[in-house]
Structure formats: structure tokens, C-alpha cells
């Protein structure tokens, strides 16, 4: 699917009651062929989650200043997702690691097969960088499996680069991307 002149594509932050669309999204993208390289929870533990969590979940990356979800929509439709979670000096991050230094990390992308091709990739990952930017951080970073070479593709394109750190997560093995932000 491209780009017409009758699509529109707008990216905006989740609202805190879409709790359902969350849950939705979460369990499309731990659904897709691709999670066991993309995503750290299976679609297993995703479902089993009560709605209290995803009413938390939501309402804190609506509101909060240490997390933000977006959702990209074309046409009215919600296409795709990506989350960032801020972490202050000394704190753990999503994979357990010390946070040197005030970090903010993209996590939880998913673009939905219908919404690939259209530019929501890069217009989550572009959104994801201004609200880090206006929270006085310069760089944003993601971690990518070393064999999801579609999704380190999308990174590149939106003007991440390996860091040149490599981990062994809980799904394998992993590149840290970064991208400095204006």
C-alpha cells in the first residue's frame, strides 16, 4: 500500500481511555509472524493480561512524562504503534540494564501489514523523537534483533544507526540503534 492523494497519514498520542485499542494493538503485534524477533512478551502472556493492566498501561503512556505511546492513523484507521520510555540515571531499563545517563528508548513497534509501505514507520519514529527532543534529551535508541532485518531497515531509513553495542536479550541477539535528534 502506498501513499495516494486521498490518504492521510497523522501520527498522535494514544488518549488515556483508548485502553482497548491498546490491548488490541499489543495482541495484533505479538500475533504477527514476525514477534519472536519483535516483541519480548508472547501473545500468550499479552492475552492473559487483566483489563486493569491495560487501563494502567494506557492511562501512563497518555500521561505521563517517562512514557508516551503514538498511534499512526491513516484515513481513520490506527495502522500502526510505538512507544518511549524515559529512564532517569541509575534506573533499569525494559531488558534490566543500569541507565549511565537520562535514556530514552523506543520499544513496542508495530505497523500493521495493511499500514507497511505508507510512511508510518517513520512518522512514529519522527513523533517519538520531538516529544523526546522536548523533554530536553538529544538522542533516542532502540534495540533490534540482529535478525529482523525489515525492522533495522525502517530504522535506518528514519536516520538510526548501531551504536556498534550488541546484547543477548530474552528473544537472542540484539544491535542498539541510536538517533540524534536536532
Request: proline share 4%; glycine share 8%.
Amino acid at each position: 500500500m502506498t501513499d495516494s492523494p486521498e490518504s492521510s497519514l497523522t501520527v498522535r498520542r494514544i488518549r488515556a481511555d483508548e485502553w482497548e485499542l491498546v490491548r488490541s494493538l499489543r495482541l495484533a503485534a505479538t500475533a504477527d509472524p514476525d514477534a519472536g524477533i519483535a516483541f519480548l512478551e508472547t501473545h500468550e502472556s499479552a492475552s492473559a493480561h487483566p483489563e486493569e493492566f491495560w487501563v494502567t498501561r494506557t492511562e501512563d503512556a497518555a500521561l505521563s512524562e517517562t512514557v508516551a505511546q503514538f498511534l499512526a492513523v491513516s484515513d481513520g484507521d490506527v495502522v500502526g504503534t510505538a512507544s518511549v520510555l524515559v529512564r532517569a540515571t541509575g534506573q533499569r531499563d525494559h531488558l534490566g540494564r543500569i541507565v549511565d545517563d537520562r535514556r530514552a528508548d523506543v520499544v513496542g513497534v508495530y505497523v500493521d501489514p495493511a499500514g507497511r509501505g505508507t510512511g508510518a514507520i517513520d512518522a512514529l519514529l519522527a513523533a517519538a523523537g520531538a516529544w523526546v527532543a522536548t523533554l530536553g534529551l538529544r538522542e533516542i535508541h532502540l534495540d533490534v534483533h540482529r535478525d529482523n532485518l525489515r525492522a533495522q531497515g525502517a530504522y535506518r531509513r528514519a536516520g538510526f544507526a548501531p551504536t556498534g553495542e550488541t546484547l543477548t536479550g530474552p528473544i537472542g541477539p540484539e544491535l542498539v540503534m541510536a538517533k540524534r535528534l536536532a
